[in-house]
């Protein structure tokens, strides 16, 4: 061991650890990869159905909006505007 510290020093040392662990991580990169893809799919349907529901909701409020403009009207009551 002497040997090695001797010939490398404590900076070799760190940089040989660091690529240890960068190879360890770049292996286990497309594994997390993968496992991530399916999660962001459930999350792409999910926000397209909220997606969905917002303009439905949109369209509501403009619905009651125009009816309640013209209750008003009915009832000869100026609207805000």
């Known amino acids: 061991m ?14 040989i650890a660091f690529l240890i662990v960068l190879a360890i ?10 496992g ?8 792409r349907a999910e926000l397209n159905m909220l997606r969905e529901d917002v303009k439905t909701l949109v ?4 619905l009651m909006v125009q009816q309640m403009r013209q209750q008003a009207e009915q009832d000869h009551i100026r609207p805000d505007r």
Do not use: N, T
Not at 36 to 43: A, P, T
Not at 59 to 62: E, T
């Open 59 to 62: 369209k509501l409020q403009k």
């Open 25 to 34: 991580l770049w292996f286990l990169l497309p594994f997390a990869v993968f």
């Open 2 to 15: 002497d040997a090695v510290a001797g010939g490398l020093g404590i900076l070799g040392i760190i940089i």
């Open 36 to 43: 991530i893809k399916e999660h962001l799919d459930r999350q």
